[in-house]
Structures are given as structure tokens and as C-alpha cells.
């Protein structure tokens, strides 16, 4: 089955700093789509950022980033200049044998603190 | 757009009644999904549709719960009857049929079965 790990269950940072969070997946196929979720309190799924894996270049909007690592299964999310509406929780996805489904990690849940 | 449209939003009911979750997707969108999501469990996806056919519906916890797609703007969860370990929040998300896999999700309905 593949799986995605997101390791850090919980994370906090100072606003205007900068944070990671890491994210590992298993998967058998050669191309694919990677995602990074946010839910603010508010509950809402936003789409943040995605990284098609054929692409050597790291995604990149506004003040989030990726780092992609193909061959370890890496993808993790860097929000430079953090400010207070980042907190949230945040999840790592992506489609599951190739098809529509998604599969997500348990989520980083990210405090920006004042 | 409107983006996607769920009702309720929130829902209380007794254990042993019927509950109906509604969702109208974005325009245009092939894809529409139905996910749960607690805290033990996560984001589970309980069954995704293509073009108003049911794909898979493995992620259906019994057959209590039921979903229908009776055209491509509104797809409806039901779940009959209802038991307090239901009691979750239920996500509608639609994606188009390009293979981009990105999917937009509605607000959810929170809905705490007494």
C-alpha cells in the first residue's frame, strides 16, 4: 500500500521566521503529483502548493516552497516569513497508484506564534 | 465560481435517524469525492465519482452509509441509521478530468450523532 509519513505532529514557530515541515511517501510509480494541504481553524482544505515529480525544479508560491528529493521520497513544505495566518495543520498528499484517490499523512499541525 | 457547496454545515441528530449530507461541486469538474475526517482516523476518502458514476467505494465504513451522484451538480451522502461513532466532519471535494489531481474541498459539514 502506498503511504504517506508525515513525521513532526506538531510544530511552532515565531512569526517572521522560517519552517519546515518534512514529509516521506512510498510509491511504485514514475510520475506523479504532490500536494500540500492547509486547514486553518476554520476547517477549510486549501491547496498550498504542488510538485509534479518529473520536474526537477522545486515548486515555489509566494512564501511557500518545496523540497523535493525523488529519490529519497522526500517533499517537504518551507514557509519563509511566517505570519500568524499560517497556523493551521498542514497535509501532505498525493494520488494513490496513479489514479484520482488521494492519499493523505496524519498532518503537521503549525503554530505561528507573535 | 462559488467554489465547492456543501449543507449543511452543521448537523446534530439522535442516534437511529437519517442524515443527508449535500454537495454541488464546481462547475465543470469530473471528479467529486466524499471524505471523513476525525481525529483517530484522519482524512479517509469513503468513495470518489467520474462523471456521476461511482468509481470506488471501498473506503464506505457499512452499508449504513450510501452516496448517489443523480447529475453532475449534486452528489449526496446518507447515512441511515445513524450511530454515534459517525460523528465526524464530511468533506465533498470535485477535480477536473485532466489528470491534474488537484482537488478543491467544500467547507464540510460537522455532524454529531447524540
Known amino acids: 500500500a502506498q503511504t504517506v509519513t508525515q513525521s513532526q505532529p506538531e510544530m511552532s514557530v515565531q512569526e517572521a521566521e522560517t519552517v519546515t515541515l518534512s514529509c516521506t511517501y512510498d510509491t511504485s510509480e514514475s510520475n506523479y503529483y504532490l500536494f500540500w494541504y492547509k486547514q486553518p481553524p476554520s476547517r477549510q482544505m486549501i491547496l498550498v502548493i504542488r510538485q509534479e515529480a518529473y520536474k526537477q525544479q522545486n515548486a515555489t508560491e509566494n512564501r511557500f516552497s518545496v523540497n523535493f528529493q525523488k529519490a529519497a521520497k522526500s517533499f517537504s513544505l518551507k514557509i519563509s516569513d511566517s505570519q500568524l495566518g499560517d497556523t493551521a495543520m498542514y497535509f501532505c498528499a498525493f494520488p494513490e497508484g496513479g489514479s484520482e484517490k488521494l492519499v493523505f499523512g496524519k498532518g503537521t499541525k503549525l503554530t505561528v506564534n507573535p | 465560481d462559488a467554489g465547492v457547496i456543501q449543507s449543511p454545515r452543521h448537523e446534530v441528530t439522535e442516534m437511529g435517524q437519517e442524515v443527508t449530507l449535500r454537495c454541488k461541486p464546481i462547475s465543470g469538474h469530473d471528479y467529486l469525492f466524499w471524505y471523513r475526517q476525525t481525529m483517530m482516523r484522519g482524512l479517509e476518502l469513503l468513495i470518489y465519482?467520474?462523471?456521476?458514476?461511482?468509481?470506488?467505494d471501498s473506503g464506505m465504513p457499512e452499508d449504513r452509509f450510501s452516496a448517489k451522484m443523480p447529475n453532475a451538480s449534486f452528489s449526496t451522502l446518507k447515512i441511515q441509521p445513524s450511530e454515534p461513532r459517525d460523528s465526524a466532519v464530511y468533506f465533498c471535494a470535485s477535480s477536473l478530468v485532466s489528470g491534474v489531481y488537484e482537488q478543491y474541498f467544500g467547507p464540510g459539514t460537522r455532524l454529531t450523532v447524540t
Open positions: 465519482f467520474n462523471n456521476n458514476v461511482p468509481i470506488d
